[in-house]
């Protein structure tokens, strides 16, 4: 037989679902892969649920339905002050593919393409299907700070694009003003495109505020931003994304995605329309009980013995290093460990690099209910 695709063919499997299954093999509790245990907003699923019986199931445009595109440019208004016309919103099935379609529409083969480690599982193997050069540039713990030099000397005159993740999967780092303004300098200097994954824009904690990248001085024009509802609604299972960029940056990404899925399900995107337009209140309490398990459950980490050196100021993501714990093994095996002897699920940092990334810290994700979280502190005090 022929041979597959090589790119693909010497992939594994995601470590979401790796971990996910392993959970389900032991009875572990699942702080691994990021979902929420509940089931989202009751009022966006039961508008969902109306309006698959009251409007059309067929093919919605190919760029979404007027009413999300139009919902998501004013909610880039509403909270950043940008104006976005209809014509500047794409919906996508999910982030994952507005991630894909941003870099397949963008690159050619030989492009550099500029990413920060710890990075999301699918940036990589999209910028090489593209036949793009990934340039990586690490942060490290314990304080995960930008290195700037470093991400300087990373972009040269063939730099097509920076892919920038903030609020950061999985360390919660949420980009300053400051950091911004020096990677807006470099994509400007650079003469380059920036591919925004804010998936988490309003999961952020402690008053701090996200800031989208294209706000700042003259990135307007460059920034392809991504937002998600599967985050901003808790419904991962939705897969309803959006990317917002000028019109002809925008055409780039459509022309992949009219090959990719085309169009993405019409009444969980008029759903979502209507949850956008959710008042203040929503987004507040969402974050606001996040921040709450965030504290339980880095407090928890910490009395079980588990360095917690930063608390994430975004995500539901808290990441620990497990040092304390004399635990002989890298961050892998810990993981493994942790699912089938203790019985909680999470991830290990290292599989967020390429190559030989830290190999002390996981990933615990706390979207999760209260008594869910108790018991798995509970089972993690056998670390002790
Ligand atoms: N980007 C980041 C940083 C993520 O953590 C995730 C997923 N959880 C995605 C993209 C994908 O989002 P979606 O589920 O909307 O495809
Ligand atoms: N983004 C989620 C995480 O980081 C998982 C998404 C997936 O399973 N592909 O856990």
């Known amino acids: 037989m022929k041979p597959a695709n090589t790119l693909f063919a010497n992939l594994g499997t995601t470590i979401f679902t790796v971990m996910s299954q392993l ?65 500047e919103v794409m919906v996508t099935s999910g982030a994952t593919e507005a991630i894909a379609a941003c870099l397949l529409g963008l690159i050619n083969p030989g492009d550099e393409v500029v990413l920060i480690e710890p990075l999301y599982d699918s940036y990589l193997p999209m910028v090489r299907l593209a036949g793009g050069i990934p340039k990586l540039v690490r942060l490290m713990p314990p304080h995960w700070d930008l290195p700037r030099a470093e991400l300087a000397v990373a972009f040269s005159a063939k ?51 996200h800031i989208p990248l294209m706000t700042l001085p003259d990135m307007r024009e460059r920034c392809l931003r991504i937002g998600s509802a599967g985050k901003t609604f808790s419904l991962t299972g939705w897969k309803v994304g959006y990317i917002t960029a000028a019109p002809a940056l925008l055409q780039c990404a459509a022309k992949a995605h009219q090959f990719l899925t085309f169009t993405t399900p019409p009444n969980l995107q ?49 990441s620990a290093d497990f040092t ?3 635990f002989k093994g890298d961050d892998t095996s810990f993981c493994h460990f942790l699912t089938t002897e203790i019985g909680v699920a999470a991830i290990p940092i290292s599989a967020f690099f390429e190559g030989n990334g830290p190999q002390a810290f996981v990933r615990f994700a706390f979207c999760k209910q209260d008594d869910v979280l108790a018991e798995a502190l509970d089972r993690l005090a056998k670390l002790r």
Do not use: W
């Open 324 to 326: 304390p714990l004399g």
């Open 159 to 209: 730099t097509k694009a920076v892919v920038l993740n903030s609020p950061m999967n999985p360390i919660g780092k949420v980009f300053t003003a400051d950091e911004l303004s020096f990677i807006a300098g470099l994509v400007k200097r650079h003469d380059a495109y920036a591919v925004c994954d804010e998936v988490y824009e309003h999961l952020t904690f402690d008053g701090c505020k």
């Open 23 to 87: 959970a389900v093999e032991n009875k572990a509790i699942n702080l691994g892969q990021g979902f929420p245990d509940g089931n989202g907003p009751d009022d966006v699923r039961e508008k969902a649920a109306a309006f698959l019986n009251d409007q059309p199931n067929q093919y919605p445009p190919m760029m979404g339905v007027p009413e999300l595109r139009d919902a998501v440019a004013a909610h880039a208004k509403r909270f950043y002050g940008l104006d976005v016309g209809r014509d």
């Open 270 to 318: 008029r759903a979502v329309a209507y949850g956008l337009g959710k008042d203040a209140g929503y987004f507040r309490t969402l974050a606001d009980e996040l921040e709450k398990k965030r504290d339980s459950l880095s407090a928890g980490l910490r009395k079980v013995g588990f360095d917690v050196p930063q608390q994430p100021q975004g995500t539901y993501f808290v």
